[in-house]
């Protein structure tokens, strides 16, 4: 009797038992955590899944970046009772497979969480929802995994409690804090899983097993680009890149950033900014020298309480609502008010009224803290006026300190705020500097008017950043504090009865509230200009054309270069970056040379999409700039803050 043995179809044969058993013994582990203990019907859902990867192995990240692999995919499955509208992820790390370029993976432990919205109309006690990790580990050898579960949720009427996004994982301190530092990613949802299966192998065919390879690593590198075509996410703002600068984000220790930040505080003082403030606060000076020390130093210890305050409120918008540095500024109304806020300075220093700004009030004689309120307040309105100036001086350090724990965005806010106020604290605790300062006279009401021109200078500059249609509004505003000051003066001068004082005074406040009021209802107009972009300018035929997700990669796949100028009107940086540097007859010459494609990503009003490239570049602030080499550009040069044009132009004449 002979055996007939075909030895392909044993190859076969055992080749495909070694995956499967490699298969199925190395296998991902899911655990899952809930937000809270039970949600009511339209609570905020968040669930943690930990993922557990075997001893050795490595799950590949999504995105995956440069290298050979298979990027994770997170599907939810068909859920009618919860809408989910985000996935996150815990940042994954650079790997160096043994082939191929980096990749991003995980090892030993993964975290992901789902945010979702619970039907107000769900009765039930409990909610199931099915889930899928698709995604590929690999060791000495690279198995496809697909691993599909459920989990519950416990439903109920839980009382009077906040939505469930002010309350996540607040039993579990450590959830809590892997969710803080966790990343948006893409996901799918909506999916029946139900006809998935996990094993990833095919039946038995006429010549023995067949194995499905489908997702293991290619051997050719992955050049697709790096912004898939289906980048749109469940949220605008959500954005999946795949860049890696070649200039990494500075790191620090905390010791060398308090001290950055300690020197960027002092800095301000000394930007064009701060100057109008600056003088308001010499009058001071000049005017309390003849005082007691205790009165001066009450003065200074105020007006730096006011810097640090703000810095203070900078720090929480960063820390919890995202906010980066200047991104005040984003919203046209506020940009509006601040501007106003600027012009009633303004009018102060011509003396239109005789409180808050140092005048003709100084010499009524003073009690004991008399003032105090406006010192703190003045103190407060130089460092909104410091921001739009501060990036040449904070960039770098922002673009790490804005990534850190809101516990070191604090302390490292608090030292800036400390670092511009030291100067006044030192001031005002010396006689002798005070003494330096000249003497009261004359001089002092010409420079005080000098100031207010140059406080109108400022808010005409930031009118720059509005639209037509709320710089009419802005302009209407103005026009009402001119009028309810200058009622104020007529009306109610200096040494008048209180009971005077007091009705011509709330008839101004009527009087602005009713002009502000109309300004706001029926200036605003449309603009009647053409539709081109306000961030498209031209020069000696060079064009700088808005960004968009979709430009940037139609120039990406044309073989193009690519410059991406991130700005703001309110950045002076930004301006002097554009003129001195960007539009230069050099740099102009080999933009034409290097066929580079010239986006602008304007950040002055909100723009999600060039906020979610700045972010994923490494920094949230502006200036900054990131250029992409047409044969690597997934390894963009960027560059921060204020720029070198000699970096600059050596940086392009490297380009292909």
């Known amino acids: 009797m002979r055996f007939l043995v075909n030895f392909e179809n044993m190859k076969n044969f055992f080749l495909v038992l070694f995956f499967a058993s490699a298969a199925f013994s190395q296998d991902l582990e899911l655990g899952f955590q809930s937000g809270k203990a039970r949600y009511s019907p339209g609570d905020t859902v968040v669930v943690g899944i930990e993922v557990s990867i075997p001893r050795g192995f490595h799950l590949y990240g999504n995105p995956l970046g440069p290298g050979i692999g298979k990027p994770l995919i997170l599907t939810i499955g068909i859920d009618k009772d919860i809408e989910w509208i985000e996935a996150r992820k815990s940042a ?5 497979p043994p082939v191929g370029d980096w990749v991003w993976a995980y090892q030993s432990k993964a975290f ?13 006690d409990s909610i199931k929802s099915e889930i899928e990790i698709d995604a590929l580990i690999c060791k000495t050898m690279c198995v496809p995994v697909k691993k599909q579960t459920y989990f519950y949720l416990s439903v109920g009427d839980v009382g009077d409690t906040q939505n469930s996004s002010n309350l996540t994982f607040t039993d579990a301190s450590n959830w809590q804090t892997r969710y803080e530092k966790s990343e948006p990613m893409e996901f799918l949802s909506g999916i029946d899983l139900s006809l998935s299966s996990l094993p990833s192998f095919e039946s038995l065919g006429s010549t023995g097993l067949n194995l499905n390879l489908e997702g293991l690593s290619s051997l050719e590198k992955d050049n697709d680009l790096s912004l898939s075509d289906d980048y749109q996410l469940s ?18 220790n905390l010791l060398t950033a308090i001290l950055i930040a300690l020197l960027a505080g002092l800095a301000l003082n ?8 600056l003088g308001i606060r010499a009058i001071s000076f000049v005017q309390g020298a003849g005082e007691s020390r205790r009165r001066a130093l009450l003065s200074g210890v105020f007006f730096a309480a006011g810097i640090i305050c703000v810095f203070m409120m900078l720090a929480a918008l960063a820390a919890f609502a995202g906010f980066s540095w200047g991104q005040q500024f984003q919203n046209p109304y506020v940009m509006a008010g601040i501007i106003a806020l600027i012009f009633l300075f303004s009018l102060g220093m011509f003396d239109f009224y005789t409180f808050m700004i140092p005048s003709s009030a100084a010499n009524a ?5 008399s003032g105090l309120g406006g010192d703190f307040f003045k103190g407060m309105i130089a460092t909104v006026l410091a921001t739009p100036c501060g990036g040449p001086f904070l960039g770098a350090l922002l673009a790490w300190a804005l990534l850190q724990k809101p516990l070191t965005i604090f302390v490292l806010f608090t030292v800036m705020g400390v670092g511009m106020a ?9 006689r002798r500097l005070l003494n330096l300062l000249p003497k009261p006279g004359r001089w002092m009401e010409d420079f005080k008017h000098f100031m207010g021109f140059l406080l109108i200078v400022f808010a005409v500059y930031l009118m720059r950043s509005l639209d037509m249609r709320l710089i009419t509004m802005t302009i209407g505003i103005c026009l009402t504090i001119l009028c309810a000051a200058s009622v104020n003066k007529r009306f109610a001068p200096f040494g008048v009865s209180s009971t005077k004082r007091i009705i011509v005074s709330c008839l101004s406040i009527i009087l602005l509230l009713a002009g502000t009021a109309l300004s706001v209802i029926f200036l605003p107009v449309k603009s009647s200009t053409p539709s081109l972009s306000e961030n498209t300018f031209l020069l000696n035929e060079t064009v700088w054309i808005p960004f968009s997700p979709e430009a940037l990669k139609n120039a990406h796949v044309q073989g193009q270069n690519v410059i991406v100028n991130f700005t703001a009107s309110w950045c002076s940086a930004c301006q002097i970056n554009k ?26 009003n909100k723009n999600p999409q060039a906020e979610s490239l700045l972010h994923h570049l490494g920094s949230r602030s502006v200036p900054f700039l990131a250029i992409f080499p047409a044969d690597s550009y997934k390894d963009p040069i960027v560059m921060h803050g204020s720029l070198s044009k000699k970096r600059y132009l ?7």
């Open 422 to 430: 030291i100067p006044y604290i030192l001031l005002a605790s010396s």
């Open 92 to 96: 994954a790390k650079r790997f160096n």
């Open 579 to 604: 003129t001195v540097v960007l539009n230069s007859q050099a740099a102009i010459e080999l933009y034409a040379d290097k066929n580079i494609a010239l986006f602008t990503a304007d950040i002055t």
């Open 235 to 252: 949220s605008e703002e959500n954005l999946i890149w795949d860049y890696s600068p070649l200039q990494s984000k500075k790191e620090y």
């Open 365 to 369: 004689g003073r009690k004991a803290g």
């Open 112 to 124: 992901f969480f789902m945010k979702g919205v619970l039907s107000k109309d769900f009765s039930s």
């Open 650 to 656: 050596a940086a392009i004449k490297r380009l292909p």
């Open 270 to 277: 000394i930007t064009p900014c701060v100057f109008p403030m």
